[in-house]
């Protein structure tokens, strides 16, 4: 069984401009969860998605947004960006139902905002 | 509330020894504590969880204490070995029990010196 994808591993932009990463959870999951790790907060949670509905948000500004797709992938969006939100953001997926509470995580897209 | 605190940030430990780290948090209504390993350029993997209403559970090397009473809960690796060598991180479930929230303490950096 696959893991969970994300694409692109790495990625350089900007301040100011706007990036969009994706995520492919394992076969049969349908909810799809954000995370932000830095050095200084370390893990912080964005936004969960099930079923193409948000159904848990975080403390980040409107900036950071989300989306999920009927095939169960995800995409999260910040626009404008900024120094600060140079981080890895790992998505993490699981059933989405049922009390099992694992998640499974990605390997995590690497953002550097210069 | 929302709090989970982990401690020591960093842990140096011989080859065979016993690792310990601590995490404490606040809110009762927390309803699961997972650990999570990472490697360095990885995401963290799922290592071993425990539900309030256990004392204790043990998955080969790796043990959950937990006290609820005092609110802490601890991660013990017996037999340490250099491959244990990660970032370990507790985390707490708020009471929604199918979502992909989870609040994480800041990570302890485990060295296992052979």
Same mark, same amino acid.
């Given at each position: 069984k696959a893991g969970? !994808?994300?694409t692109p591993r790495y990625l350089i932009k900007t301040r100011g401009q706007q990036? !969009? /990463? %994706?995520?492919s959870p394992? %076969? @049969?999951? +349908? %909810?799809?969860s954000w995370y932000q790790q830095t050095p200084g907060q370390g893990l912080? $949670? /964005? $936004?969960?998605? $099930?079923?193409? !509905?948000q159904r848990n948000k975080g403390n980040f500004p409107g900036r950071f947004s989300g989306r999920q797709f009927s095939n169960s992938r995800s995409e999260m969006n910040v626009s404008t960006l900024e120094l600060g939100d140079s981080a890895l953001y790992l998505c993490a997926s699981s059933l989405g139902t049922g009390n099992t509470g694992e998640l499974f995580f @990605?390997?995590?897209? +690497? /953002? !550097?905002?210069l | 509330q929302q709090q989970v605190k982990q401690s020591p940030q960093s842990l140096i430990v011989q080859k065979g020894g016993i690792s310990i780290i601590n995490c404490a948090y606040e809110?009762?209504?927390?309803?699961y504590f997972p650990w999570y390993q990472q490697f360095p350029g990885k995401g963290p993997a799922l290592l071993i969880a425990?539900?309030?209403?256990? =004392?204790?559970?043990?998955?080969?090397r790796f043990t959950i204490s937990f006290n609820k009473s005092a609110?802490?809960? =601890?991660?013990?690796?017996?037999d340490s070995q250099p491959g244990d060598s990660a970032t370990y991180f507790c985390a707490a479930r708020p009471p929604d029990r199918q979502g992909g929230k989870l609040i994480f303490g800041q990570g302890t950096e485990l060295s296992v010196k052979p």
């Open positions: 969970v !994808t994300q990036v !969009t /990463l %994706s995520c394992i %076969s @049969g999951h +349908r %909810s799809v912080q $949670f /964005l $936004f969960e998605y $099930f079923s193409e !509905t @990605g390997e995590g897209s +690497r /953002l !550097t905002v | 809110n009762t209504a927390f309803d425990i539900r309030p209403d256990v =004392s204790e559970k043990k998955e080969g609110k802490q809960f =601890s991660l013990h690796i017996m």
